[in-house]
Structures are given as C-alpha cells and as structure tokens.
C-alpha cells in the first residue's frame, strides 16, 4: 500500500514539477472523497494536474468547459428518442466519468453550478425520476479565475463549504519553470505517464485513509480550531460542523500519504490552510484585520 | 455611501438607552423646574413615538429652535447658563434634546458619556444613601449600555447576546472597579473647601438660622422637620435644661429687627472663666453655608474644635464658610462665666442701646419697676413674673404686629413664640438700664430611638436672653421658660400641649407608631452613613491617615499610587495564574513538558507549535541532539497520536530515557567535543 502511494505521487512528480506540496494536498484530498477546487490564473497547469491524476491513478477523465450558456443537461445527460428502437435512449453526460476538470466553475448560471454542486454531493444524478448513480471513485476538480470577474456568478459561501479544499497553484519555482522549458512536448509525456493504479485499488486507499487513526488529543487539537474561528472578532462566523469533519478526513488522508497509523497536529496544520481558507468570511475589514488560516494555527495552542 | 449594520442602531438597545437616560434624569425632576421637565418628557416622547409609530424625527429648524428655548428657559430661570443649577439645567436639556438627533453608534457612545456624567451631578445635590445606591444601579447600566454597543460593534451586530449578559457584564466591571474606590476615597487628598470651587450660587440655599432676627423669621424654621445637625454625648448628657446650642448673639436692634454689629478692629478672645464638669461631645453638622457651628454653651476656647474660633461673643464658628458635612468634637462647660470682670464702655452702651421713639409703653412700665426694685437680679425675676402672671401664650401663629411691636406684644396680643419673648424681654432690660442681648440656636433636641446620637432639628431654633450683672457676667435668661416650661423641658412638642392643629404634622405624630420607628432607623442608619463616609473630609483624613503613619501630602500621593499599582498587579497576577496552561493529564504529555521546559532557555515553546517543528528549531541550535530528539519525538507522537498498541508502557519508558537524557545534555553548558 505504501509502495502504491509512494509510486503515484513519484510519477506525478515528472510531470507536475516544483509543486509537491499542491500535488499531495490534490491526492490527499482525491483519497479523503473530497472534491478539489483551484483558484487560479489559467495556464498554471491545472488541467495537466487534473489529467495527470486521472491517468496514474488509472481513472477516467472528461472536461467540461463551463460557460454562461451551459445547461444542467449539458453537464448531466440528456434523453433522446431513437427512431430505430421506438424509445428515449439516456446520453449520459460527461459528469459520468471518475475524475472531472470543471473549468472555471464560475461562467455557468447559478442553475447548471447547482446541477453539479449537487451531483458532487449526493454522488448520484436524478434525471427524469431516474436516478442514476456515478461511477466511484468520483472526483472533480473544479477551477475559478480569480482574474477576471466580469459575468460570472461567484459561487456562494454555503457552495464553497462543498469543496474539502481549495488551493492556489502558483507559479513554479524558477528551476522548475526552466525544466519545463527545456523539455520538448508535454503532451506526448503525459501520454507516457505509467498507470501505476486502477479503480479498485483507489476505492481501497480511499477505505484504507478512514483506518487512520485520530486520538482524543488530536481531536480536542481540531475542536479547539474550529473553536478559534467561531471566537475570532476578525470572522463574520466560525465555520460549520461540516468544516470541523472535513478537517479531520483531510488529515487523516495527509497521515496516510506521509504512512503514519495516527494523526499528527503537523497533518492538521499541513491540510488546515487549504481545508479553511475559502471557509473563514471576514467581518467588517475596518475594524479587525480578518486572520488568515496560518495565523490561527499560530494563535491556537495544541492541546 | 453604503449603510452597514454598524450605523444602524437596533429598536431594543434604543429604547434601553431611553429606559436608562429617564432613570438618570428622574431624581432631577425634582430639581429642575417644571417646564424643563416637560421639555425633557416631550424629547423623550418624540423619540418613543418615533421608534414606535414611525413619526418623523424634527428637522434642523426645529431641532435649533428647542435649542435656543432650552437655552433662553434656562437663562430666564437662572438669569445665566453656568453654574451648578443652571449648568446641570442646560446638560438635563441638552441630553433629552441628543435623542432626537441620534443615528449611528457613535451617537449612542456621545449619550454613554453624557450618562456618565449626569449621574455625577447628582452628587452636587445630594450624598444621602438612596442617592448613592440609586447612582450605582444606574451606573452598572450604562456600563452595560456601553458594553452592549462595543459588543455590538465588534461582532458586527451577529452576536445576539441578551442585555442580561451586558448588564452582568458591566455589574462585574463596576464590582471590580470598588477596591480602586476604597483605595480612592481614602487616599485621593481631599481639597478643603467645595468641590472645584463650586460657583457662587451653591450658597444660594443657605438653611438654619437666619442672620438677623425680626418677628416670624424662627416661626418658618420651626416648621421645617430638616436635620440641623447631630450629636454623641461621650458620657452622660447635661439635662435638656441645659442644652443651649449658641449660634449668632444679637446686640443691634432697630426696633423691629435684632442682628450683630459688624465686627471692626481685631477679633478678640471671650473672657470666660469656666467652672465645674466639662461635657464632649461630637457633633455631625449639615451643611448650612455659614459659619456659625452652634456648639454646646459654652464652648471651651482650651479645646476648640479643628477648623475653628471662639469670638468675644462665645459663639463657635468655622473658620470657612461650612459647605459640607462635617465632624467636629467640642468640650463645653454647662457652667461659665462671660465677661464676668467688667464690660468696657463701648459695649455697654451698645448692649443698653434702644431706638428713641420705640416701646413707650414698656419703658413706662419698666421704669416703674425699676423704681419699685433696685436689685438687678430682682428685676430680672419681675419681669419673668410678669410674662407668668399675665395671660401670655406660646403660638406659632401670633397675631400681626404694627409699629410698636414689643408694645402690642407685651400689652395687646400677648401671643407669640420664643423671639417675640425673647425681644421683649431684652427690650425691657435695657429701659430698666441693664445691658442686655439676644442669642439666637437651637434648644433642647431628640434622643434617638435608635442608637445614642441626640437629633437636633431645625425646628428646634430657638431665641433667649442675655442679660449682664455686676460680678456674674452674661447670665442666660429664657423668657419662653417662663411662659411655656415645657417648651424648654420637652422640646417644641411639650408647647403644644393641646391639639390646636398648628404643631407641625411632622411632630404631631405618635412616637410609638411603626412609622416613627422606622424613621428613627433611617434617621440613624444616615447618622452612621454620614458619620462614616460624607463627614470624611480634609481633617478627618489628616487624622485617619496619620494615625496609619500617612503624614503629608506627598506620602498620600505615594501610598495613593503604590496601592492602585498594587491592586493592578494583584489582578495581572491572578489572570496569569488563571490562564495558566493546566498540568497534562497524560504521562507522555508530562513528558513532554518536562522537556519543553527544560530547553526553554534555547527556544522557547509558541502555542501552535507542533512537536516535529519545535524539535527542529532545538536541533538546529543543538545538532548534538538530533538522534535523541527524534527519538523522544517519535515516542511522544506514538504515545499521544498513534493507534492504541500494547507497547504503550515500553514506548513510555522509551520516551522517559530519551527525555532524561535530553534534560541531562540540556544542562551542561557547552555541547560536548565532536567525535
């Protein structure tokens, strides 16, 4: 098991360069089944991410490009009479797949979001009294652009609480960038990425990350935060209960990535920032500086 | 401009803040006169009907024009805008008028402030115990007011708290401010004379005794039930007789009105010669904003008083004006003699002066008298009989008097209380040629129900005689004795012998009723509160605090500021001890401690600090103790994060070794050689 895991993140380490932490948080957070999403600039690799996960981990993987005109069936599937059979054939859309990229989230209607918000919830589809289950493991990776904010329909906080994690990607350290320039074609790499995984053996990670072990101290460690953020002047609200059990699976995945039978306060910090940071609503800015999530991993004493 | 919920102020804690200002202003209702206070009801009123029917609050025209009448009533009233009753006028006004106008949370904190200061006007006026008390409920209010509005703010109006949690809150914060205020009124060196020099207008209210004496002047007093002041006997009291508590000595009469000569030239010492037991006593004086301190005839000069002087007159007085309570002992001697050797020319021309043409008709009868007794003091009990034999009455209400009042009293009306006899009296001393005066204070007084202390009321004013004899001096003379002995032997009570319906009501009632008891406690428990906090002035503290060894301005100051510096670091201290972190309940975690606090000298521990960074930060100051460190590490995050195993004891003991060791490397000062 630990092989497997050290194997994955080495050959996503070939083609994702100078990135390892924002690698392991998007495994971390594919075995914990939560869902990704990345806020950056276009062109920082998140669709290379996206496709490199899907092909190591021996997943299948579609695309949608999200835009103001894209509807709920767009995403879902759509039934449509075959003359040849006399009947209403179901085109299951392309949310049926193991690994999705939803492309800046943030262009479709508040309608076609809510469609695959709650696909990525319930993890099933409902379409004409017919619900259809998704395939497992089922894991989306959705982006926004933080960039340009003209027409585009913010996804809402309670939205947000939806997504495990949230990461930026960055750009990549010089090094890396100067490997990627040197190198001669991306595509036909990450065509000769090995499948180091398949299905199966994601579903038993994925089985094997609930094993990991969370003590009373830890636990007190992970309340005493989610307490922090309901006490902080600087936050318009703590966050839920939700973020408090999302916090603790993030961690639990990131024990198991580093092969620890036990949570450690480092695998809490280490998810916390990406766990929290799309969570905590700053109050009135002119009166308190709103934390960041490092800062109330500072203030808050382990227990 | 966007309106944040900041800027909006919330229906509850507005009409808390109403609820509050009218608890505040209520006891100046009393004060203020009654146009202000409708002014203040109908700002009020507005700013109600506003908040409940949504009618408009006034416009700027309107909101100047009731600025300019409030400032206009106030001059008319006042006849000028500063000073206390004016002053506290315009601040009543203004404050109701602040509703009318209030929007943001700023507002709320400008009235917070007002609150503030409008209960310390209060103070001004009065200091009993119901205001006090009544001040500190209030004021534990507006420090909720203020604690909700700063909640409010900080929280962004999120945090629903009920006003309860406020007002507990602020409960707590005035409780924890009461050491301060003991250390404070102790120490604080308390100014001789008003507060701040309040304006001249503070003495406009002056009470007791008058100045000068004309007919009717002591019949008002007799009708008002206030304290004059208090008195403790140390050992027996002298008999009612004998309590005779001087004020002003009249020698100056004009025919209808007594008063004193204006002194000129130095003030000069009594001739007193004393005689027999001396009495002390300790006196609790109102404030009357005079001088005169009424002590005890006859006040010995050995003794005086602090703050005070005796003068030629043997009348105690204050050295300044008396504009607060205050705590005085006194010796006195029932027995003296005034002026005994002789009385020099001057003074007894003025002593046997008379107006020409005044009390014809008296001189007559006098003169005849005179004629008939030679012997001074024979004359003296003549004229005593003649008030006892002829039909005279003690009235409050005594008939009018016209141009020849001593004539019309003594031939005519025959009816009149204390000045009428005692101005009759000394009027017809002098026609017989003997020197004589009136004295004008307080006679007798009540013993408390309740506890020892003597109550001497204004309506226990009183005037008697002077009369002055070869070889004797000034020998007292109490014409009212003659005609009503009970007014001297058992007070203003004992005069009124049948129910004629003009004693005062508040004398009228039984002395045995519930309500007198209960009065008689109040009266005591403000005696005790008087006694022991408001008469704690200039030299009350001299004393206090130099019996404590607190001698001088400069050491007051220090101790002043030695014990608040004390009290804060006793509360830091007690928050530290409180905040401490609690001793781990775990072995690994003790552990754990143990090591922590031994490497503190090299890194201290931060709060959210996990273990691996902390061995880090230690190992790259001590690269000697990598290995053991992540030993111990290892261990303790086994311990405390790893599944429950059945090696927890050998993984204890292996953490204990690594910690002791470390402890030990820690210890020793240099890292030892490498290799």
């Not at chain 1, 709920?72 to 990229?101: K, Y």
């Not at chain 2, 404050?95 to 943001?104: F, G, I």
Request: proline letters at 7%; charged letters at 20%.
């Amino acid at each position: 098991m630990k092989a497997a895991v050290s194997r994955t993140v080495d050959a996503l380490e070939q083609v994702i360069l100078g990135k390892p932490q924002e690698l392991r948080l998007a495994l971390a957070c594919l075995l914990a089944q939560g869902h990704l999403l990345i806020e950056d600039v276009p062109g920082v690799g998140k669709t290379t991410l996206a496709l490199a996960l899907a092909r190591v981990l021996g997943l299948e993987f579609q695309r949608i490009q999200f835009t103001a005109d894209l509807l709920p069936a767009d995403v879902l599937g759509v039934s449509v009479f075959e003359s040849g059979s006399n009947a209403f054939r179901f085109h299951p859309g392309p949310i049926f797949a193991q690994v999705i990229l939803a492309d800046e989230i943030n262009r479709a209607s508040p309608k076609t979001q809510s469609a695959l918000l709650e696909a990525m919830e319930e993890r099933q589809v409902s379409i004409e009294g017919k619900t259809r289950p998704l395939p497992a493991p089922f894991f989306v990776i959705a982006t926004q652009n933080p960039l340009s904010q003209l027409g585009v329909f913010s996804l809402p906080e309670s939205q947000l609480d939806r997504f495990l994690m949230c990461l930026s990607m960055g750009y990549p350290p010089p090094a890396a960038e100067r490997a990627l320039l040197a190198q001669t074609d991306r595509r036909s790499l990450l065509a000769e990425l090995p499948c180091v995984l398949d299905a199966a053996q994601v579903q038993s990670l994925q089985a094997g990350v609930r094993e990991v072990t969370a003590r009373p101290a830890l636990l007190d460690y992970i309340l005493a935060l989610v307490q922090a953020t309901r006490e902080h002047a600087g936050l318009r609200h703590g966050v839920s209960p939700r973020a408090g059990l999302a916090l603790k699976r993030a961690a639990q995945a990131w024990a198991f990535l580093m092969g620890r039978p036990g949570v450690l306060p480092e695998d809490v910090q280490a998810v916390f920032p990406a766990v929290m940071d799309h969570r905590l609503l700053p109050a009135h800015a002119a009166l308190h500086a709103p934390p960041s999530a490092r800062d109330l991993l500072a203030a808050v004493a382990i227990p | 401009m966007t309106v944040t919920t900041a800027d909006v102020l919330p229906r509850a804690l507005l009409l808390r803040l109403i609820g509050l200002l009218v608890l505040v202003l209520a006891p100046h209702a009393l004060r203020v006169p009654v146009w202000e206070s409708a002014l203040v009801a109908v700002a009020i009123g507005w700013r109600l009907a506003h908040l409940q029917r949504g009618v408009p609050l006034p416009g700027r025209v309107i909101k100047t024009l009731l600025t300019i009448a409030a400032f206009a009533g106030v001059y008319v009233t006042y006849g000028r805008v500063n000073g206390q009753h004016p002053g506290t006028a315009l601040l009543v006004l203004m404050a109701a008028l602040k509703l009318l106008e209030m929007r943001s949370q700023r507002d709320v904190r400008v009235m917070v402030a007002l609150l503030y200061f409008l209960v310390f006007t209060h103070f001004l006026f009065s200091q009993e115990i119901w205001t006090v008390a009544w001040l500190l409920v209030t004021v534990v209010g507006v420090t909720g007011l203020l604690v909700e509005v700063n909640t409010r703010a900080a929280t962004g109006d999120a945090a629903g708290r009920a006003w309860r949690q406020h007002w507990r809150l602020g409960g707590v914060i005035v409780a924890q401010a009461l050491p301060l205020m003991v250390v404070l009124f102790l120490l604080f060196p308390r100014i001789p004379g008003p507060l701040w020099g309040l304006p001249a207008d503070a003495g406009s209210s002056r009470s007791g005794v008058p100045d000068s004496m004309s007919p009717g002047d002591i019949a008002e007093l007799i009708l008002n039930e206030a304290i004059a002041f208090r008195v403790r006997f140390e050992g027996e009291p002298p008999g009612q007789r004998q309590l005779y508590w001087r004020g002003p000595v009249f020698e100056r009469y004009d025919g209808r009105r007594w008063d004193a000569y204006p002194q000129n030239g130095p003030a000069r010492a009594p001739s007193l010669q004393t005689l027999g037991e001396p009495v002390a006593l300790e006196m609790m004086l109102e404030s009357t904003r005079g001088f005169s301190l009424f002590g005890l005839e006859m006040s010995d000069p050995a003794a005086l008083p602090a703050g005070s002087r005796l003068d030629e007159n043997g009348q105690l007085l204050a050295l300044r004006r008396i504009t607060e309570r205050r705590l005085l002992r006194q010796q006195a001697w029932p027995r003296y003699r005034l002026d005994a050797r002789a009385l020099p020319r001057w003074h007894r021309q003025r002593t046997l002066q008379l107006p020409v043409n005044s009390a014809p008709r008296t001189r007559a009868l006098v003169q005849q008298w005179r004629a008939e007794t030679p012997d001074d003091a024979a004359l003296i009990q003549r004229a005593l009989a003649h008030f006892r034999q002829h039909p005279f009455r003690y009235t409050l209400r005594p008939p009018r008097l016209g141009p020849q009042p001593v004539d019309e009293f003594l031939f005519t009306t025959q009816a009149g209380f204390c000045e009428h006899y005692a101005s009759s009296f000394v009027v017809m001393m002098r026609a017989a040629g003997l020197p004589a005066r009136v004295v004008i204070g307080y006679q007798g007084g009540a013993r408390s129900p309740v506890g020892d202390d003597w109550v001497i009321r204004q309506s226990d004013a009183h005037a008697w005689a002077e009369v002055w004899l070869a070889g004797e001096g000034w020998r007292r003379v109490d014409p009212t004795a003659a005609v009503s002995p009970d007014r001297i032997e058992q007070g203003l009570r004992g005069a009124f012998d049948t129910a004629r319906g003009e004693l005062p009501a508040f004398l009228r009632r039984d002395g045995s009723t519930l309500w007198a008891m209960s009065r008689a406690r109040w009266d005591f428990l403000n005696a005790q509160w008087n006694r022991w906090f408001l008469a704690y002035g200039p030299e009350l503290q001299q004393a206090f605090l130099s019996r404590l060894g607190v001698r001088g301005w400069t050491q007051m100051l220090l101790w002043l500021t030695g014990l608040i510096t004390a009290l804060l670091l006793l509360v830091a201290a007690w928050l530290l001890w409180r905040g401490r972190p609690a001793p781990p309940a775990d072995a690994a975690s003790r552990s754990w401690r143990r090591l922590q606090r031994a490497a503190a000298r090299q890194v201290d521990a931060r709060p959210g600090e996990a273990p691996t960074a902390w061995c880090q930060r230690l190992a790259d100051r001590q690269p000697h103790l990598r290995a053991q460190l992540d030993a111990a590490r290892t261990a303790y995050q086994a311990l405390r994060y790893g599944p429950e195993s059945a090696q927890t004891e050998a993984q204890q003991q292996q953490l204990d070794r690594a910690v002791r060791g470390l402890i030990k490397a820690l210890r020793r000062r240099r890292p030892p050689p490498a290799g």
